[in-house]
């Protein structure tokens, strides 16, 4: 069998809010609620299950999502829409931007827990030839 990534548990002060930040940002679904998790599922599979901690142990991580340029639109549409600080870059020195980087684009923002959250259209390196 092949390694794949199942799931990873992402951090959050309030599980609800960070699952349907991130689901209603991206079209998605909330898939499943058990004990501290609330997953939201990705197209391939792989779920994240947002888990309640203590503000004080969430170390902030960095989330990047390979998305259509149908799926951008409409993310980058609630993005503005919402008002979320945004940026054509991680070290956030061109806010309101996006970026062409590998002839897509890109745009990064945080989370409601400061998370670093990515969406691209192309990944990087561009896509094999």
Known sequence: M????????VHARDNRESAEFFA??????????????IAVELS???TLDFATIPADKITPQHYAFLISEA??????ARITQL???????????????????????????????????ELITVPYGGWPA
Do not use: K, S
């Open 2 to 9: 092949p390694v794949e990534l199942n799931h990873t548990i």
């Open 44 to 46: 391939n599979g792989v």
């Open 83 to 117: 008002g979320i600080e945004h940026y054509a870059d991680p070290h956030r020195q061109h806010p309101g931007a996006i970026n062409h980087n590998d002839g897509g684009r890109g745009v990064y923002f945080m989370d409601p827990v400061g998370h670093a959250m």
């Open 24 to 37: 209603n940002l991206l079209d998605l679904e909330i898939t499943a609620e058990w004990g501290p998790f």
């Open 71 to 76: 799926e951008f639109d409409a993310a980058y």
